[in-house]
């Protein structure tokens, strides 16, 4: 990424989108330096991050990734990992947020059901409420978000999709976006392509262009193109 600018303002939605391989999980991993840039600066509040720790720069982050990670342990565990000092209050209110604490309680153990390595005894949304739920409890000021549901039954998508809306709420934000149609409203969307930037602007100025975005998502809708 050449010469590339981008100022973010606190609260603003940076959508990240492109086909697969465009360079999308590069700049979240730069974002929480999981690796460094080697040119140019990424700053947080003016700071250039790289003097910062890793730890105290991730503690501004919170991620909820298509991969969901979940550890061996209890359901309440597992959320509370999203911050230590969490009350019991602040875990259920975001459990209730999430959409989870309704499923939960319907399990034997409730939030005692302790979870395999795999997190197998869940299914694929029950998984990603849970992180989502996880970082309602962390409380992010910036959040990433891998925003997508694949292989998941409609009402639980459904779910997702209002627990993700709720989570995003006045917050900054990067979403990695696999349907367009769920990032309209971004206030800045980055287009990748090939590892570049090729495009940036709001949805109706980047569909005014005419160009790679717009084409992105005309062929979306007729089905032709994966993100």
């Known amino acids: 990424m050449d010469d590339y600018n981008l ?4 609260g603003q939605m940076v959508a990240i989108v492109g086909p697969t391989g ?92 302790v979870l395999n390595e795999e997190a197998s005894n869940l299914s694929q949304g029950q998984r990603q409420l849970l992180t989502i739920a996880r970082a ?21 998508e459904m779910h997702i999709q209002h627990a993700m809306e709720r989570l995003l709420k006045n917050r900054t934000s990067f979403v990695v976006a696999h349907r367009l149609s769920t990032i309209r409203d971004a206030d800045n969307i980055i287009v990748m392509n090939h590892g570049s930037i090729v495009e940036t602007g709001n949805h109706d100025a980047l569909m005014a262009k005419n160009g790679f975005y717009a084409d992105l998502y005309n062929s979306q809708f007729s089905g032709n193109v994966v993100l």
Do not use: C
């Open 136 to 156: 309602f409890v962390a409380d992010p000021e910036i959040l990433i978000l891998d925003e997508a549901t694949s292989s998941v039954d409609t009402r639980t």
């Open 22 to 113: 465009a360079g999308k999980t590069t700049v979240i991993n730069m974002l929480e330096r999981f690796y460094d840039v080697t040119g140019g600066s990424i700053r947080l509040w003016g700071k250039d991050t790289r003097d910062m720790t890793r730890e105290e720069l991730r503690s501004h982050f919170a991620m909820v990734l298509q991969d969901t990670w979940l550890f061996t342990g209890t359901i309440w565990d597992n959320l509370k990992y999203g911050r230590e000092d969490a009350t019991d209050e602040q875990i259920l209110n975001a459990a209730k947020a999430a959409h989870v604490d309704s499923f939960v309680r319907q399990l034997p153990d409730g939030y005692k059901t």
């Open 7 to 10: 100022d973010v303002q606190s």
